[in-house]
């Protein structure tokens, strides 16, 4: 058995889970780090600003959502930022099309095919207050659940802030 | 986008390279998510990328007013073939590159418009 074929066989097996993971990984779910300190305390709570990398949240995306783009008031959402398409940012969606939000200063319309997102972390958090409405098909995922740390291996809850979004 | 793309529809090739690469230009044919409905794929020519200085002709069916305005960071400016009778940037405003597709390169169907795409109209 030369080398060569040994090689080989490697080659196809590593190609071959290459494509699956990147399969499952576009259509079904992925699991992403949390960076920044937007959407404390759901995630990433400690304020520490020197976050290493090894200590961010992981979280689960799922894709599903991605068929019918069809969200509800207080998802966790991965889209990429309207101002530049190769960030992504996780916040959550707190209006929904035709929905009238209240922000400081005044009462904005969400377009059809758009959402307002907004940190749990209002603080520090650069969301629609600052770019405005989202257009949903920039959002690329859902999240569900948290998977690392392990202590706070959870789902992920639905939360809607009172008395600042007016339905359609 | 008459009279580049026809009435009873056509089967284009899409190739999504470009788009990752960033080697758009503006005469490009693009496909990208509708702002308004997320659903929907649409068709329509790139005329500006970012930092551009677009001029448009506000509402041609009624008035010559034009309107310059300066593509935003991120955003692109497309517009359809057809002036009269389509809905772009003049309607939803730039569009986030974030939402392009890919970019048309090949009409397959119909036959007697098999090849390369024709370049704008002047």
Redesign the interface.
């Known amino acids: 058995m030369g080398t060569p074929s040994v090689l080989w066989n490697v080659a196809k097996k590593c190609f071959t889970v290459g494509v699956i993971s990147l399969t499952v990984s576009d259509l079904f779910a992925s699991i992403v780090p949390v960076r920044g300190a937007s959407m404390s305390p759901t995630f990433n709570p400690k304020t520490n600003s020197l976050l290493d990398s090894l200590s961010d949240d992981r979280v689960l995306v799922e894709k599903f959502c991605l068929s019918?783009?069809k969200f509800s008031h207080g998802d966790v959402i991965v889209f990429?930022?309207?101002?530049?398409?190769k960030e992504k940012h996780i916040k959550r969606i707190v209006g929904l099309p035709g929905d009238w939000v209240g922000t400081i200063y005044d009462v904005v319309h969400i377009?059809?095919?758009?959402c307002w997102v907004e940190g749990d972390n209002s603080a520090s958090s650069l969301d629609s207050r600052s770019f405005g409405p989202v257009?949903?098909?920039?959002?690329k995922g859902r999240v569900t659940h948290i998977l690392w740390p392990p202590h706070r291996v959870s789902s992920v809850e639905r939360k809607t802030p009172r008395n600042r979004v007016s339905p359609s | 986008m008459l009279p580049t793309l026809g009435i009873t529809g056509n089967v284009l090739l899409m190739e999504r390279i470009s788009t990752r690469t960033g080697k758009l230009r503006p005469g490009d044919v693009v496909f990208?998510?509708?702002?308004?409905?997320?659903?929907r794929v649409v068709c329509k020519r790139l005329v500006g990328m970012e930092g551009d200085q677009v001029t448009y002709v506000v509402d041609p069916k009624n008035s010559d007013k034009c309107n310059t305005i300066v593509v935003?960071?991120?955003?692109v400016w497309v517009e359809g073939d057809n002036i009269y009778n389509t809905k772009d940037s003049r309607n939803f405003g730039a569009v986030?590159?974030?939402?392009v597709e890919g970019k048309a390169f090949w009409t397959l169907l119909p036959r007697r418009d098999f090849g390369s795409l024709a370049p704008k109209p002047k």
């Open positions: 019918n783009y990429c930022s309207p101002d530049n398409h377009p059809e095919g758009h257009p949903l098909g920039l959002v | 990208f998510r509708s702002p308004e409905n997320p659903r935003p960071k991120g955003h986030p590159y974030g939402l």
